[in-house]
């Protein structure tokens, strides 16, 4: 399965400001997906990061607040905008190399914003 | 009603006994399931995937898939003190690609 090194591991960061989380995956991936993870609660898909076009979001996120690239099968980035202290969660990316092999997690970023 | 539903816990297991995780999803169209384990403070980790109905063994873990019932059941075999953590069920729909999780169920082995 597929390794994804995720950086920064964590971060605090000042209201109003932007953070940008980056996943870098050992091999070529056909997806990548950015979920949230709050404090004792499950996992919430922010979206799906599609190489070549834009990404897919859920319902109640979007682009303006959390854009993302994926330039290749290998990287994609999240970018947490204009934050505030609801903002502060830890984000997860996660990658498949196919759809039925399981899907991968990075490390996580915990983010605290103040 | 959630999409994907689980018993939040704790589940409390003494060393030894077996662990049983259940959950229930509400897409009939869900095809793929997977199993996820989740220590405090870190990433899930895939531990069982799922396809067909039936069980499916792998060391300690069987997973159970019921898609009349739709349902998924995750067995511990000789818990180990080691297995405490927060279990995931996660099911892909048909054609999707992405997995919806559940809230987790939190299984505490008790030496």
């Known amino acids: 399965s597929a390794v994804i090194s995720q950086k920064p591991s964590r971060d605090i960061c000042q209201r109003g400001t932007s953070l940008t989380i980056q996943c870098q995956v050992d091999s070529q991936v056909t997806m990548m997906f950015w979920y949230r993870q709050q404090p004792g609660q499950s996992l919430t898909l922010i979206a799906t990061a599609n190489q070549g076009s834009e990404a897919t979001y859920e319902s109640g996120f979007v682009i303006d607040k959390f854009p993302i690239s994926r330039p290749n099968l290998t990287f994609s980035t999240l970018t947490v905008s204009n934050m505030s202290p609801e903002d502060s969660s830890i984000y997860l990316c996660?990658?498949?190399?196919?759809?039925?092999?399981?899907?991968?997690f990075g490390s996580g970023t915990r983010l605290t914003v103040v | 009603q959630k999409e994907v539903e689980q018993n939040s816990g704790p589940l409390s297991v003494p060393e030894g006994a077996i662990a049983s995780l259940n959950c229930t999803y509400s897409d009939r169209g869900s095809q793929s399931f997977f199993w996820y384990r989740q220590y405090s403070g870190k990433s899930p980790e895939l531990i069982m995937s799922i396809y067909s109905n039936g069980d499916k063994e792998d060391g300690r873990f069987t997973a159970q898939l019921n898609k009349a019932s739709q349902y998924v059941s995750l067995l511990i075999r000789d818990s180990q003190p080691s297995d405490s953590a927060t279990y995931l069920c996660?099911?892909?729909?048909?054609?999707?690609?992405?997995?919806?999780f559940g809230q987790g169920t939190r299984l505490t082995i008790n030496p």
């Open positions: 996660s990658a498949s190399a196919q759809r039925d092999y399981g899907y991968t």
């Open positions: 996660a099911p892909r729909a048909q054609g999707a690609q992405k997995l919806v």
